[in-house]
């Protein structure tokens, strides 16, 4: 069973920094492409960042780009999102998620395993 569990989220000013963490259990975390998505209040969830099995390529939305920075770690089943510069737009749930089999990618439809998403709130 897959579970993906986000942590790291909560109220920052704008301005501030935040580094999200989403640890997986139930697959080989190391092969698997990760993916970090948002959902603003009344608005549909967007792709934030999404990188490759072993942190050789990744992928930003422009609205994070020079600003976010997804990583990883397989030994510790851990993917990573610093968040700097943060603004008041960027108040969000934040969800990691996997697929299997496929690369790395923006497209949230491609995804099948999801984590239960984290609050990032920034204030003006």
């Known amino acids: 069973q897959v579970q993906l569990v986000e942590s790291g989220g909560g109220l920052v000013q704008a301005g501030g920094s935040l580094r999200l963490a989403c640890t997986a259990s139930g697959l080989a975390f190391s092969v698997a492409p990760m993916g970090w998505f948002r959902q603003p209040p009344g608005k549909e969830r967007e792709f934030v960042a999404a990188?490759?099995?072993?942190?050789?390529?990744?992928d930003y939305s422009n609205f994070v780009k020079g600003r976010f920075t997804i990583s990883r770690d397989n030994a510790k089943n851990t993917v990573y999102l610093q968040m700097n510069s943060l603004k008041p737009e960027d108040t969000a749930i934040y969800y990691c998620a996997t697929r299997t089999g496929g690369p790395a990618t923006g497209n949230s439809w491609a995804y099948n395993y999801w984590g239960q998403g984290t609050q990032v709130t920034v204030s003006s």
């Open positions: 990188i490759n099995w072993n942190g050789g390529s990744s």
